[in-house]
């Protein structure tokens, strides 16, 4: 596995709260300074619809620009449709935004720092490194 981790769209709403705790903004911080943050379109989105005002928006989009980014590419959306079949027939719904964030991150051989609960799933089922900082959030300043 490289050192690259994707941060799912869960951390970064944590980090643009003004509550968040110290060691989650560190954690940040310090993989977006080393160049490790990656970050893949969905999440993107998902970020960038929240913008509470133009100019909210437009420091978001900035702040992403120096991330690395990872595109989904066809083999991408094949193994994403596949796994989301076989949740789905196993009786399991998942985002499709999430399957295709692990799937991604899987691909790229990163990890996922997620505050997400379905990627601690998708993780016990594919071989998709994940890591929940819920802990890290726990004891806000």
């Not at 437009?58 to 094949?78: A, M, P, V």
């Not at 789905?88 to 985002?95: I, Y």
Request: net charge negative; charged share 25%.
């Amino acid at each position: 596995m490289n050192d690259t981790v994707v941060i799912d769209s869960s951390v970064w709403i944590r980090i643009f709260r003004e509550s968040v705790s110290q060691d989650l903004a560190k954690e940040v911080d310090l993989l977006i300074g080393e160049q490790r943050a990656a970050i893949v379109p969905i999440i993107n989105l998902e970020v960038l619809s929240g913008a509470s005002s133009t100019q909210d928006f437009l420091n978001l989009k900035h702040s992403f620009h120096g991330l690395t980014w990872f595109r989904f590419d066809d083999e991408i959306w094949d193994i994403s449709a596949n796994w989301a079949f076989e949740l789905r027939k196993a009786g399991t719904s998942v985002p499709l935004a999430d399957i295709l964030i692990a799937v991604t991150a899987f691909k790229n051989d990163a990890l996922v720092l997620h505050a997400d609960r379905h990627f601690d799933f998708i993780s016990s089922k594919y071989p998709v490194e994940t890591r929940n900082c819920l802990n890290l959030d726990a004891g806000k300043n």
